[in-house]
């Protein structure tokens, strides 16, 4: 069945409407009011650990979120009221499960949804209820909506990996739109802006792409490839083809810019690029409306308006610029030709998948892998460590804090921090302010509940209309999802019988805490900004890039493959650079605590970028290798190719002496690797590509030590 043309988080939402829906159904029916919170807390828990997997996946998930619900659930039920004991299990709970998501999202997931439990159980138990009726409910309203996400699995059961597709390709869109202005000869100046813009807009790619392999590797696990899946396999494969020959830099845009202002041919790969771009956002809109691409005839016009601009300025022009030039155009028609036949694609290769349409699994399984890694967090260098340490006193506090003033539903306070209080200081910042806004808001709105709306039935569709609207907001607009969720928990208490306007502004009380607690705890509990090490991802970032460059030489020798081995490679250096803007983006949040630092990062974000881009160009040639050079150059270039990918993989290390050796050693084979280029165009580019590479082995060795020299002050400091 075809997804309709609806919007995602719309059909996101279905589940959750539904199982509301039945809820309030049967509570309407039985007439039991007081069942509205635990059983609709429990739909609420049941959307929280919800994750896109094949059918037998999503059936194994459902059983173990019955299980880790019914150890915190009863957990909590058994020693709620006992004080000290109930305190220490929280604690621990928060604790153990904190930690466990260091194994992977998956992990992370039922951790948080197992926590959320706890904290339900606490906020749903009334004294004149049998204590056993809490744990049932909840339980009962997580598997009333894992129900309902099987019934729609069932209906559209790709779904979620057409979603991702279609968000990576619009992300692959924007990324292809920042690249066409480095084609702007009138703008030559900011690019150095439009390199960090680029950088970002690499992030956004790296994350829409995880996404995309996560959907696709819990669909392939099993023997039996479903037609779909490795249609949406295909595009995935191209998406990263794209990505590596947009990535590619094959040469200075500077230089190029000043080169060809006066030429129409810089402006038709200007608009080449925003045509492939839209073509990128077509192919997204495609697979979010179940409808076939059509080719762009526009496209097709501009690329060989493109080839025409080409041979007039070859006429003219020699040497290595117009080899550079054609190459920079193979790569676009290449990505021309992808999109052309994305469509068709490789049938043979689809009905019979080998080991280079494999996907690397997101996430290491069994318990000897998972207590592996466990194991390597234990220290506070670990970010999870830390959190789990940081979460695991926050709990504690608000539970002591409620249990010794003996506050009537005081655990709304623990609710918010454990909600609020993330790994970062500015994540944590920014929820708090839209936790406190859609708090104050919603209680307004919220205590006039009963006065307006005085029926069970009339409240029952609040109740509905709210958790529906919490769930469409809460993963892009925190604040509206508090409000939302607000409403709905008064309205909820309203129909258990308790004075919701008492408890109105308590609510806002326990929530001010609540943030106060987590404020508290990012700041001065293992900040992250002592921990944060802008040399240590950069290190990482450069490094990544040698392991990627070594991949590419062996292929560059024995011939291109997009096996999995190559992929992990490439995909792992994206993820470095990504990371590293990720830390950059952090830090330009906080400029009074990384102000000293955030030049230097930026400068070394361009390096970074400009270095990953000149060795993408080498991987996306390696297909068209031919065995057309010399043996003396292949062989001088091959060693000098390697010397290069060393460095790279060891530069945060080196000493200067043993560096600027190195480096001299470098420079001088490339420069007698020039007067071996013969008359054959892939020599010319190799020698380009490497010496590019080289190019930036000082500014990036600079870079690592002055930003390691500036952390040290830091930490002196």
């Known amino acids: 069945m075809r997804t309709p043309a609806v919007n995602p988080k719309i059909i996101a939402t279905l589940p959750i409407f539904f199982s509301v829906f039945i809820a309030t159904t049967f509570i309407w029916y039985f007439n039991v009011p007081k069942l509205t919170t635990p059983f609709v807390l429990g739909i609420i828990a049941g959307g929280l650990v919800d994750l896109d997997n094949r059918l037998t996946g999503r059936l194994k998930n459902i059983v173990i979120t019955v299980v880790l619900f019914s150890i915190a659930s009863l957990s909590a039920q058994i020693t709620y009221g006992a004080g000290l004991q109930f305190i220490l299990t929280m604690t621990l709970l928060t604790f153990v499960f904190t930690l466990l998501g260091a194994v992977g999202l998956r992990y992370r997931t039922f951790a948080f949804g197992t926590l959320a439990v706890a904290t339900y159980t606490t906020l749903s138990y009334t004294p004149d209820m049998p204590w056993v009726v809490n744990p049932f409910m909840i339980l009962c309203g997580t598997l009333l909506y894992s129900t309902m996400t099987l019934i729609l699995h069932i209906v559209f059961p790709h779904r979620p990996v057409q979603e991702n597709m279609a968000a990576a390709y619009s992300a692959l869109g924007g990324y292809l739109d920042a690249k066409a202005e480095f084609f702007d000869p009138d703008e030559a100046e900011q690019l150095e802006s439009r390199q960090i813009d680029l950088a970002m807009k690499n992030t956004a790619i790296i994350e829409a792409f995880n996404r995309c392999r996560n959907a696709l590797f819990y669909r392939m696990r099993g023997q039996h490839r479903h037609p779909r899946t490795s249609r949406m396999l295909r595009y995935y494969f191209t998406a990263q083809d794209i990505h590596e020959r947009i990535s590619s830099a094959h040469m200075d845009y500077r230089e190029l810019a000043e080169k060809l202002k006066n030429t129409d041919l810089i402006f038709r790969i200007h608009r ?382 080196q000493p200067p002496e043993v560096f600027q050796t190195a480096l001299e050693q470098v420079r001088q084979e490339l420069a007698q690797l020039h007067d071996q280029i013969g008359d054959d165009r892939q020599s010319s580019i190799l020698w380009q590509q490497l010496s590019l590479i080289a190019r930036q082995l000082e500014p990036c060795y600079r870079m690592l030590h002055e930003t390691r020299a500036g952390g040290l002050e830091t930490a002196a400091a």
């Open 272 to 653: 080449l690029l925003e045509l492939q771009g839209q073509a990128c956002r077509d192919v997204a809109e495609s697979l979010r409306s179940g409808q076939p691409y059509q080719y762009s005839k526009r496209l097709q016009r501009a690329i060989e308006g493109c080839r025409q601009s080409l041979k007039l300025y070859a006429e003219t022009h020699g040497g290595s610029e117009v080899h550079t030039l054609q190459r920079l155009l193979e790569n676009l028609f290449s990505v021309d030709y992808q999109l052309c036949h994305i469509e068709s694609g490789d049938k043979e290769a689809e009905e019979t998948p080998s080991e280079k349409h494999r996907i690397a699994g997101m996430e290491s399984g069994g318990l000897r892998n998972v207590w592996r890694t466990v194991r390597s967090q234990l220290n506070f260098e670990s970010a999870v460590f830390r959190h789990a340490v940081r979460l695991a006193i926050v709990v504690f506090t608000a539970c002591t804090i409620v249990e010794v003033f003996h506050i009537h539903f005081g655990y709304w306070i623990l609710l918010t921090a454990l909600f609020v209080c993330q790994p970062n200081y500015s994540a944590t910042k920014s929820r708090i302010n839209q936790r406190i806004a859609g708090t104050v808001l919603g209680v307004l709105v919220g205590s006039l509940v009963p006065y307006f709306t005085p029926s069970v039935e009339t409240k029952l569709w609040i109740v509905l209309a709210a958790t529906t609207l919490f769930f469409f907001f809460r993963t892009f607009k925190y604040s509206f999802s508090t409000f939302f969720i607000t409403v709905q928990a008064l309205t909820a208490l309203s129909l258990a019988g308790e004075d919701v306007f008492s408890l109105t502004w308590q609510r806002v009380a326990d929530t001010l805490i609540g943030s106060a607690i987590a404020w508290v705890a990012v700041s001065y509990l293992w900040p992250d900004w002592r921990y944060l090490t802008l040399e240590r991802t950069a290190a990482q970032a450069v490094s990544r890039n040698g392991v990627y460059l070594r991949h590419i030489l062996g292929q560059l020798q024995n011939g291109g493959s997009d096996d999995m081995a190559y992929r992990v490679a490439r995909r792992q250096a994206h993820e470095a650079a990504a990371s590293l803007s990720s830390t950059l983006s952090d830090m330009s949040g906080e400029p009074k605590k990384y102000g000293a630092k955030l030049q230097d990062g930026f400068t070394l974000l361009k390096t970074s970028h400009a270095l990953i881009g000149y060795i993408s160009a080498l991987g996306a040639y390696r297909s068209q290798m031919a065995q057309g050079c010399a043996p003396e150059f292949s062989e001088n270039f091959y060693r000098t190719a390697y010397q290069t990918a060393d460095m790279l993989e060891n530069l945060a290390a």
